[in-house]
């Protein structure tokens, strides 16, 4: 009730200051995302009408930014003729209360648009400008438009359309007029922080919000620098937490021996002590929330215990919601046992024992589009990387779907591509006859085949419907048109065998595999180096936000040691986490990771004579990038990070992937780096140098392969890319052959001489 009131508050103060109601439209002034706005219009964009009264200046700082491509436009918004709508959705956290907004715009036209078209923009269907666009052409010019607060909800669309021109028709001129909403345009707001009461119930408020795009930041603190079980306890909770963020990324700095400002998240055990923090006496595993004693507005997570096993216990409580979620500001969490998991069934990974639906993929909302020109369908899932993919080995995709009202739609000349990671790999025509689509009745369905070597771990299948509208169609029917893809549609993984050549370091930064072949990191083990900084256990926190975000399943199993225990280690695959300087191992395991590691600097070893012979006859790992790797190193000396795939010296079995760099910052950095997307796909090979405007991959390890194979598919497979072998039992066959051939006609050669002489 109190929230209640101060959220009324705070809006009538802000509706105030801006002095406009939410009938009025808004000046239209130029944008600066450092200072108020100017009270001129740029050119081109001109207020439709302006209030009697003036708006107070948005203030020039300490407010929020929420850009387009944030929320759901990537690419920004395209509007022409036929097609002259669109918008963004933005949500309001739940502990926030909005006091000042404002739409930042980066608007840009083409010539041709009728004189007196406009562009009207609207909040929640009240409109807050009108801005001219007229028929001259208008390269990226920024615009502000003060929002009145008092608009806003908890779920806001902001809405834009076209004025004088058609809003929808049965063509949509993509060669006429144009106009963009680039997608830097923002939504800036400043909030007031509603208080939350000391209550774990609340979690995860204010940890984390699915309201908020942002990349979710919250300190790690530990009284000392943590040791293994520490570290084990704290990267359950990290990888929790990235398992909600999910695409929005985390940050996650660890902080020793004090409290910083802000939430934050504290583990202590025993008579861990923390200065400027009074800790609650732990009676066993514990979870509680405090304020934040250097910041009234922030809270403290505890999660405490006695022991190490107590920590533990308290951190699966947590991250499985066992007894982290009930009223109060403490709560003792009992230790729960959880099933074995199973290769492969990560539970934010498609199932591969069975075909999967679409409606288990996504919404219905989500798998309908509208329009003679729609939107495409998405459906976003994730899965092992893994497939094999090589010939025959597609992935059938049972389709099925659906456009109404298909006497406005030329059949014959209308089509459904289907593309998965933006690669276009089937065109469906509507109209079509035999084995794929049967349009005989109202809905259409076949089977598409998905070629594996698409898959990653992160995948986006995407359905145009690219329609051809009919001598029937009219601009009203057009606008009521639903194209849908049935939910009962299908991809079937289940025979699909799980193997792959490795290191292959896209898999780490796409699916943190192999590591997350087991949900709870079972077979997997972090190497921290003796000495571990802050650096070091950050890039550690967020590696273990990175595999919960993958899998969806927080890292119950990881074990954690020093580089002076690994052979403790040796049936697990290998995490290292380290500085060149500071983490042995990777200058030990020189001959195979074909990098020599001294005085903290990296150099790429050339093959020995011995090597050359071998690679003769191995043709798979012939290419190498030795000395473009030695000349990227060469260019600049140090400052780089590293990410580094090799097969495991200590079992051949399994797989090390190590985050390293020249100095402990580097190795945050290189670890941070795999929460950015855009730069995830630079990740390749086995061997990636980082810079901080610079990401190269590389290939030096030798390749060897995880998984099972059929036999004669394995034969197939391993002679596929080996012509000199093929070459040389193709010699020893034909030899063979005419050995036989040689013996047998000599035989019958002797015996017709033989009955001749008789």
Known sequence: MKASILAFLLSLAAASAFGQTAGQTAPVTPAAPSAPPAATAPPGATPSSAPTSVSAPFPASGYMTYAFKDLGAPQGLRLVEGSAEGGVTYMVR????????????????????????KLEVTVNGDAVGTIDVGSDRHSATPVDLPVDPILLGDYNRVGFKLLGVPLASCTANENGPWMTIGPRSAVDVTAGRLPLANDLAVLPLPFFDDRDPHALETSFVFGRTPGPAELEASGIVASWLGGMAGFRGVHLPAVFGTVPAGNAIVFAMGKDNIPGLTLPQAAGPTLAIVPNPNNPSGKLLLVMGRNADDLKVAARGLALGHGAYKSGAVSAVAAVSTPERKPYDAPGWIADTHPVK???????????????????????????????????????????????????????????????????????????????INPGGAQHSGTVDIPPFLLTGRNRLNFYFDLAPSPQCDATRASTLVEEIDPDSTIDLSQSPHYAPMPNLSFFANAGFPFTRDADLSHTAVVMPDQTTADDTEAFLETMAMFGEATGYPTL???????????????????????????????????????????????????????????????????????????????????????????????????????????????????????????????????????????????????????????????????????????????????????VAFVVLGIKARRRLQGANR
């Open 358 to 436: 679409f409606s288990d993929l996504a919404t219905p909302d989500q798998l309908r589009s509208h329009g003679i020109r729609p939107e495409p369908i998405v459906i976003d899932f994730r899965s092992a990387p893994d497939y094999f993919n090589w010939i025959d080995a597609n992935i059938p995709m049972s389709l099925r779907f659906h456009v109404n009202q298909e006497q406005i739609v030329d059949l014959s000349h209308s089509r459904l591509d289907v593309s998965l990671n933006n690669t276009p790999f089937r065109s469906v025509p509507l109209a079509a006859t035999g084995t794929l």
């Open 94 to 117: 739940r502990d926030e209360v909005i006091t000042a907004a404002r739409l930042r715009l980066l608007l840009e036209n083409s010539a041709g648009f009728p004189a007196d078209t």
């Open 557 to 739: 199993n990881a074990e954690v040691v020093r580089s002076g225990d690994v052979n403790s280690v040796a049936n697990r695959d290998l995490v290292l986490i380290g500085s060149f300087t500071h983490q042995p191992l990777l200058g030990a395991w020189t001959s195979r990771t074909g990098l020599d590691v001294s005085a903290g600097r990296l150099h790429a070893m050339e093959r020995s004579w011995w090597e050359r012979i071998q690679l003769a006859f191995d043709w798979r790992n012939r290419r190498s990038h030795i000395s473009e790797v030695n000349d990227w190193l060469q260019a600049q000396q140090g400052g780089e990070g590293a990410i580094v795939g090799f097969r495991s010296p200590l079992n051949d079995d399994r797989s090390v992937v190590a985050i390293a760099g020249t100095t402990s910052q580097d190795v945050a950095a290189t670890a941070r780096l795999l929460q950015t997307n855009d730069r995830v796909v630079k990740v390749q090979d086995d061997l990636v140098l980082i810079r901080p405007n610079d990401v190269q991959s590389f290939r030096l390890s030798r390749r060897y392969d995880v998984g099972t194979l059929a036999r004669w598919t394995w034969l197939r497979w391993n002679l596929s890319d080996q012509p000199i072998v093929i070459a040389i039992l193709l010699f020893a066959a034909c030899a063979a052959m005419a050995a």
